[in-house]
């Protein structure tokens, strides 16, 4: 046997060994990935799905178990559906997954997924968060901001009084949104949407973007699809964005020209892009006047929509169980009494009123699979293999319905909070819907205040019932924040002694 043909030999077996090598090793990767239901080829799992996927999933993982391989369309998810894979995940993998999963619309209307939600685990977010929490969300200033709450609640007080004696039903939702909406701007510009120029436009744009964001969209499901944007999803959500942006110049240059005078979030921005970077910081990252519009944009689209979808499931679920709403109101009315209208300053002396909005969001969490997490490198999770950039989504609904960890699940029962067990901080995965680990809301803080403030208010304020013949529908609305498919509509009638504390 001649010298090249044992070469030829040698080669052959070296590489078919590679070839089986690599073979084994991508159907080793393969099997370790997570179970799943039966796939179709390019469709997925898409078949499978029903309007509330939150509530789909949940039930295909009963089956499946707590750490799920899907695929929506061509894009491969992992659903985790127990405490102890999101701990895994959010609390021992928290560095890995850190990043996000990003829409298509969401490049759009993020200025290219830049802000807090979207934008990568790194300098450039560590400095947006931070610039959140202590301008915006530290105790200091949430005690300075105290006085624009009282003005926007008080002024929603007053225009719902107006609507009982008048014998006028209210969209408890749209009161609520409008509430959120007008004091997120005044505390960003010192502007409510109520009495600006530009308030009617900020509502219909916030409306739209929320929508367009809950829309599912078959540029995400199919990627070769993005470029044709089939169902127009972009286009709207470009024309939201064109719109916006407009706006943020408008606020900024009467701002900047000192038309608006007044020392609020969007100026303690603009002093800190003036100031450039900290040479003595390191890790200092330069703010841009991008970085600005995309702060006022993450606090508008971020503080509204959620804040007042559990104000209104909260109502409803009062309206529901008739005996825990006035329970609340006593409590309400030994605190507060009937003779003043409930300050901040009660808050803390509310403990009933407290675990009811922790059982509503138990139950009716914002986000209900958080926003979707990407580890930026493939991570064993729980015995499995979760391959780089898959999208991981944690269905926090599910978790926080759990029959192993929760005494009848389906029912609203504030009292399984009473022993002060679980909070919202993150820590505990039996119970977190403000998510966990370092992309949990940074918002948090707020957020907690205005649902207690504004949910206080209204039972203190008044006396509710549904119109004559109505029935309460508790059906929900699947998007990525989770709505009442029927929005609540309610007749208030005033509990207060005297008709000039609505003014």
């Not at 600005?292 to 109502?315: F, I, P, Q």
């Not at 409930?342 to 803390?348: A, D, N, R, T």
């Not at 138990?362 to 999770?381: D, F, Q, T």
């Not at 009848?408 to 998510?435: A, I, T, V």
């Amino acid at each position: 046997m001649d010298m090249s043909t044992i070469w030829y030999y040698w080669v052959s077996i070296i590489l078919g060994v590679f070839i089986f090598l690599i073979v084994g090793i991508q159907k080793w990767r393969s099997k370790k990935l997570p179970p799943g239901p039966f796939a179709l080829p390019l469709l997925g799992h898409l078949h499978l799905l029903e309007p509330n996927v939150h509530e789909c999933l949940s039930k295909i993982s009963e089956k499946f178990g707590p750490l799920m391989s899907f695929k929506f369309g061509m894009k491969t998810s992992i659903i985790v559906s127990s405490p102890a894979m999101a701990k895994e995940i959010l609390r021992e993998n928290d560095q890995i997954f850190a990043n996000r999963s990003i829409p298509v619309v969401a490049r759009c209307i993020a200025y290219d997924a830049s802000d807090i939600l979207w934008s990568p685990n790194g300098p450039r977010w560590r400095l947006l968060r931070k610039i959140c929490v202590k301008e915006l969300f530290s105790p200091k200033s949430t005690e300075a901001l105290q006085p624009l709450r009282r003005e926007e609640v008080r002024r929603t007080m007053g225009n719902i009084y107006k609507d009982s004696i008048n014998g006028v039903s209210v969209d408890v939702g749209a009161k609520a949104f409008i509430t959120s909406l007008n004091l997120i701007t005044n505390m960003m510009w010192s502007t409510s949407t109520e009495t600006g120029e530009r308030g009617g436009e900020f509502k219909d744009l916030v409306g739209e973007l929320v929508h367009v964001l809950g829309v599912p969209n078959a540029s995400d499901l199919f990627p070769f699809l993005e470029r044709f944007d089939v169902q127009g999803l972009y286009r709207r959500m470009e024309k939201v964005f064109v719109r916006f942006d407009k706006m943020f110049d408008g606020i900024i240059e009467d701002k900047l020209s000192g038309k608006s005078k007044e020392k609020d979030f969007l100026q303690s921005l603009l002093d800190l892009v003036e100031r450039g970077v900290d040479e003595q910081d390191p890790d200092s990252v330069q703010l841009t006047m991008k970085d600005v519009k995309v702060l006022l944009m993450d606090m508008v689209t971020g503080s509204t929509d959620t804040t007042s979808n559990t104000v209104e499931w909260a109502m409803a679920e009062l309206l529901q169980q008739p005996e825990i709403m006035k329970r609340a109101q006593k409590e309400l009315e030994e605190v507060v009494g009937l003779d003043n209208m409930v300050e901040e300053c009660h808050l803390s002396q509310l403990p009933y009123l407290d675990i009811i909005v922790k059982e509503v969001l138990r139950l009716h969490p914002a986000l209900p699979l958080l926003a979707p997490h990407r580890p930026e490198r493939e991570c064993e999770i729980g015995g499995y293999i979760i391959p780089k950039d898959t999208q991981v989504l944690i269905n926090v609904w599910s978790i926080q319905r759990n029959p192993k960890v929760w005494k009848e699940p389906l029912l609203f029962d504030p009292e399984r909070f009473s022993d002060s067990k679980w909070d919202y901080n993150g820590r505990d995965f039996d119970y977190f819907p403000f998510g966990s680990g370092r992309r949990i809301c940074a918002g948090l803080s707020m957020a907690k205040i205005m649902v207690h403030y504004s949910l206080a208010s209204l039972l203190h304020s008044f006396d509710w019932s549904l119109p004559v013949a109505e029935k309460l529908n508790m059906d929900e609305k699947y998007g990525i924040v989770l709505r009442k498919a029927v929005p609540l509509v309610a007749l208030p009638k005033p509990r207060l002694l005297y008709p000039n504390l609505y003014e």
